[in-house]
């Protein structure tokens, strides 16, 4: 069953992701949509490869009665045959659950794979403003502006500047979160191990965003270039290797999971 769940979550993962590669490959071109991943971070991307690597290799013993793996199979099927992304989301979604009951955490991992791109967005669309307003107040604070709802509204005469869930701290908590799961299922450690280095990790993230929206939001002549352009991409691929590095060098004398 390894195989078949394998292609399945590349599947999945390729129909949730097309329309945002397709969006970078038409508005940045081909050459930099391929350097840059179509737009995919290097965490997901590493993650969902893994997966699929691993359920491969694994026997993903069943342990289901043969029509309810079939119900699940079929049900997955379904969902990708919607033509609408966050059917494969929910489709990727129920694949980790049915591996969840064979391999514990890469079943988590499969799950997980969903929360930045899908789960994450739901989440704070549900809440709503509260959770971006954390990031408004602090970076306004340090501005000396003020602040209505997740709008960052300066007193020079600037126009607002409003946080999304793409520029929100917690976008890259997720992805940091992600790190420290796949880094714990390659290594084969539990990752309710060592958390205070997942706490570093996190701490670090969100400083780096702080200080990525205060300059934004501090010096408008920055907030192009850190928004969009080459300065925006460094900070982001200093936030990934900070990720990458607490994650994968962490002590690894824990309990196996």
């Known amino acids: 069953m390894g195989p078949l769940y394998s292609i399945l979550v590349l599947c999945a993962f390729a129909n949730a992701a097309f329309e945002d590669v397709r969006k970078v490959f038409v508005e940045d071109g081909a050459m930099s949509a391929l350097l840059t ?81 899908f789960w994450g967005l739901m989440l704070v669309m549900g809440i709503g403003t509260p959770v971006l307003t954390i990031d408004a107040y602090v970076t306004a604070l340090a501005a000396g502006y003020e602040i209505s709802g997740n709008f960052v509204v300066p007193g020079d005469g600037n126009d607002p500047v409003l946080i999304l869930w793409a520029c929100s701290s917690f976008h890259g908590i997720s992805y940091m979160l992600l790190a420290w799961l796949a880094f714990s299922v390659v290594n084969k450690v539990s990752p309710l191990q060592n958390l205070h280095w997942l706490a570093a990790g996190v701490a670090g993230v969100v400083l780096i965003n702080w200080m990525r929206l205060f300059a934004m939001i501090r010096f408008m002549d920055l907030y192009q270039p850190l928004h969009e352009g080459t300065a925006g991409e460094v900070v982001g691929l200093l936030t990934t290797l900070w990720m990458i590095g607490l994650a994968s060098m962490r002590p690894k004398s824990a309990v196996r999971a």
């Open 37 to 117: 991943g179509g737009g995919i971070h290097p965490v997901l991307l590493f993650s969902v490869l893994w997966v699929a690597w691993a359920l491969w290799k694994a026997p993903l013993e069943s342990r289901l009665p043969v029509w309810a793996e079939r119900l699940i199979l079929g049900l997955v099927a379904l969902l990708l045959y919607v033509p609408l992304t966050w059917f494969s989301w929910l489709a990727l979604t129920v694949l980790g659950g049915r591996v969840l009951l064979s391999e514990r955490w890469l079943g988590m991992l499969c799950i997980y794979l969903t929360v930045p791109k």
